[in-house]
Antibody
């Protein structure tokens, strides 16, 4: 059974950064697409970006280019997503998802940006 | 960028009804569309992949169809546990786009 376990909730000040982790139990981690999706309160799903660890280069939605960095560490089967220069509008639940069709999802990490 | 437009944004139907949600792509996307269900307070769940393939474990009352720019998700006989928001999503070359979602309620 594939499990994705994300790091815990965060409260951040505007202008700061946050890094969320996603540890997976999957075999052949390096060959999977790892995506990050966020959901602001009461809003829809928004794909932020993704990476295939074996290729190493991440792809981003245009909206998040330059402010979001997605990485993966193959030795620990863990993906990471960092957002810099946080603003109140970044308050959301951040999900990691695994697979080309996003078959497996983490439990979500609430990031609250507030002064 | 390809845009995915879902309709309706919300709908109310009775148990046993046939329900159809549509998703229109701003340009042809072949079959690269998935459908997800998100129940209130829960993690999204993959229902249909590649336009019409049913994900393992998903009830057979769910089906998907379409190609090119027009796609549909159909629930053949609505059940109370189908209360959720449904999202279409296009993917290609490690770029993904979600539709804005359709909130489904029971009358």
């Amino acid at each position: 059974q594939v499990q994705l376990v994300q790091s815990g909730a965060e409260v951040k000040k505007p202008g700061s950064s946050v890094k969320v982790s996603c540890k997976t139990s999957v075999d052949a981690f390096s060959d999977y697409v790892i995506s990050w999706v966020r959901q602001a309160p009461g809003q829809g799903l928004e794909w932020m970006g993704g990476i295939i660890p074996t290729f190493g280069t991440a792809s981003y939605a245009q909206k998040f280019q330059g402010r979001v960095t997605i990485t993966a560490v193959e030795s620990t089967n863990t993906g990471y997503m960092e957002v810099t220069n946080l603003r109140s509008e970044d308050t959301a639940v951040y999900y990691c998802a695994l697979g080309l069709q996003l078959q497996y999802w983490g439990q979500g990490t609430l990031v609250t940006v507030s002064s | 960028d390809i845009q995915m437009t879902q309709s309706p944004s919300s709908l109310s139907a009775s148990v046993g009804d046939r329900v159809t949600i549509t998703c229109q792509a701003s340009q042809g996307i072949s079959k690269y569309i998935n459908w997800y269900q998100q129940k209130p307070g829960k993690v999204p769940k993959l229902l249909i992949y590649d336009a019409s393939s049913l994900e393992t474990g998903v009830p057979s009352r769910f089906s998907g169809s379409g190609s090119g720019t027009y796609f549909t998700l159909t629930i053949s006989r609505l059940q109370p546990e189908d209360i959720a928001t449904y999202y279409c999503q296009h993917y290609e070359n490690l770029l993904y786009t979600f539709g804005q979602g359709t909130r489904l309620e029971i009358k």
